[in-house]
């Protein structure tokens, strides 16, 4: 952000922003070892209280830039990486196997993958190839969680899919999909999916937000950017989440948007909102949920966040529910309280789902050192996707020594869980050879399978979810 009085006046009363770009590794070394991290040309910061200068502060923010500026010199060679694996698995899979592709080859038969086609997937895709909606009743407690789970999954692939799995699998109408500009960043970088469930007795949009891809260096650094905004009366919130949602260099989060150049892709906030607000203005019947796994998870609440500052009264009160899966946390605990209390005044249900060991909503840190807090109902699932209701997840920082022997043996026993499942609840939960192989790397970095979308679909589905929603109701 372009900090100057404008930043003080209308938005943030306080702040923290890391800028990677202008630090110099030697820089970087010496944040270890001295305490003046306001006065480096790479932290930005303006605070009421001090800004923490402990060690371990300090080490958190040299791990996150340097995190990011060796990501931004890989971006290129991970995304070209990350191309090749796509395309081989798409190619492996459209010919029926691996052992087909030479006898297809002679036979001039040999299929090749179109990355535009409604029948190439991403990574994330290839991991869990489910579409349908079939296991769970339209009128059961299951619905929403499930179809939720189901459009973040389908949010990360591309428009020709979106479109022929909303209209033809879903029977819904496909809004759009949407590339939204991150101004920091100088490019797109946050992908939405619209959808509409029409029903006799409500009709409801779907608001999926994409998570962040494997080999997507630009997501990975937001998810990684530790910086902060304080807003008055709101709390401090994730500086790269905010940016990645639509937050406007030099302003901030101004209610109207104004003008934009239409040759520049939208941002992503304004467009959503803007979206919702005619439809639901020409229809008295429709509500609309918000929804997202990982990173598209935090843009989901913070989605939420800017509705209720900017006082969408229209908006907040045709909001069924935001349900986010594998999410990171967001904000302080003042942001938390103030969210608490939002949510409550406008009956606005938040869930959040969080699968075994799954790493990255006990992420960015919850200690003395940060301030990041979780805040609502978790669902939490084991891995025997039973259902406990808690306020925080076991094993909150995921880094616990305690924890690693535990979370590898899990690991285990979800790939022994991989041959199993199909005949313990049928041919609808099969997991393919790639699923198991990504399983695998669990014994070695636990909690990053459990992270992938396949196991969030099997706790909306086989887990006792309806148990909760009843008391809620």
Not at 201 to 216: K, L, N
Not at 225 to 250: C, E, N, T
């Amino acid at each position: 952000m372009e900090t100057n009085c404008n930043c003080n006046k209308g938005f943030a009363d306080s702040y923290m922003l890391l800028k990677p770009e202008e630090a110099g590794y030697f820089d970087l070394l010496r944040v270890l070892i001295f305490r003046n991290i306001s006065q480096r040309k790479f932290v930005e910061s303006h605070a009421d209280d001090d800004l923490n200068e402990t060690l371990g502060h300090r080490w958190l923010i040299f791990i996150s830039i340097l995190a990011q500026k060796l990501l931004q010199l890989m971006a290129k060679p991970l995304s070209l990486f990350g191309a090749c694996v796509e395309l081989l698995i798409n190619l492996i899979a459209l010919n029926g196997g691996v052992f087909w592709l030479v006898p297809n080859f002679i036979r001039g038969a040999l299929v090749l993958p179109d990355p535009k086609s409604e029948k190439y997937l991403s990574v994330i895709g290839n991991l869990d190839v489910r579409v349908k909606l079939d296991a769970v009743a339209r009128e059961g407690y299951k619905y929403y969680p499930a179809l939720s789970m189901m459009a973040s999954k389908a949010s990360y692939e591309n428009q020709a899919f979106l479109k022929t799995t909303v209209e033809d699998n879903w029977k819904m109408e496909f809004v759009g999909f949407y590339n939204c500009m991150n101004d920091y960043q100088g490019k797109t970088t946050t992908q939405v999916l619209i959808a509409l469930d029409k029903h006799e007795d409500q009709d409801t949009y779907v608001v999926a937000f994409r998570g962040t891809e494997p080999f997507d260096a630009d997501a990975w650094c937001t998810d990684l950017d530790i910086s902060w905004y304080g807003i008055p009366g709101v709390g401090r919130i994730h500086g790269g989440f905010m940016k990645a949602l639509g937050l406007q260099k030099s302003v901030g989060w101004t209610k109207e948007i104004g003008e934009r150049d239409e040759s520049v892709p939208p941002l992503a906030y304004y467009l959503i909102r803007d979206i919702l607000r005619k439809a639901l203005s020409e229809n008295e019947k429709a509500k609309f949920i918000v929804t997202g796994h990982s990173l598209g998870g935090a843009l989901s609440i913070l989605f939420g966040t800017i509705l209720c500052l900017h006082e969408e009264t229209l908006l907040l009160e045709r909001l069924e529910g935001i349900y986010t899966f594998g999410q990171p946390r967001v904000g302080d605990g003042v942001y938390a309280k103030y969210m608490k209390r939002k949510l409550k005044e406008h009956s606005v249900r938040y869930c959040r789902f969080v699968y075994c060991n799954d790493l990255v909503p006990r992420l960015p840190y919850d200690d003395q050192e940060m301030m990041f807090k979780h805040f609502g109902t978790c669902l939490f699932f084991n891995r025997r996707y039973e259902l406990q209701v808690v306020e925080e997840e076991p094993n909150k920082n995921y880094f616990s020594p305690w924890c690693v022997i535990p979370m590898m043996l899990n690991a285990i026993l979800e790939l022994v869980r991989s041959f199993v499942i199909v005949y313990q609840s049928g041919p609808y939960y099969r997991e393919g050879w790639f699923l198991f192989a990504f399983r695998t790397i669990g014994i070695i970095i636990p909690g990053l399978p459990a992270h992938g979308p396949q196991d969030y679909i099997n706790s909306t589905l086989l887990g006792t979810i309806e148990k909760h929603f009843k008391v809620e109701s």
